[in-house]
């Protein structure tokens, strides 16, 4: 059984930075893919970076070029650099891990840009 557990948000004005954690238990996470998605109120949750375990990686539009996603696979963590943030950028921010049957998530942690 694996688990997520992130870090790292927080409130901030726009235009300013923050960078999230997720660490994973077990032995498996350098073999599997990576990826963070993000849940504004009263909206679906949606994809926003992934990167695989050669470190492949891939963005949202709305973020691109903004948020870089990097893992350490010897600690099991995958991280989340947010720049320029912008207002939109309000949700709780799930780490998640691809697996097989199923697919791993943590419990969210909220970020909040204020104008």
């Known amino acids: 059984q694996v688990q997520l557990v992130e870090s790292g948000g927080g409130l901030v004005q726009a235009g300013e930075s923050l960078r999230l954690s997720c660490v994973a238990s077990?032995?498996?996470?350098?073999?599997?893919?990576a990826g963070w998605y993000r849940q504004a109120p009263g909206s679906q949750r949606e994809f926003v970076a992934y990167i695989t375990s050669s470190g492949m990686t891939n963005y949202a539009d709305s973020v691109k070029g903004r948020f870089t996603i990097s893992r350490d696979n010897a600690k099991n963590t995958v991280y989340l650099q947010m720049n320029n943030l912008k207002t939109e950028d309000t949700a709780v921010y799930f780490c998640?891990?691809?697996?097989?049957?199923?697919?791993?998530w943590g419990q969210g942690t909220q970020v909040t840009v204020s104008s």
């Open positions: 998640k891990l691809w697996g097989s049957p199923n697919d791993y």
């Open positions: 077990g032995s498996t996470f350098r073999s599997k893919v």
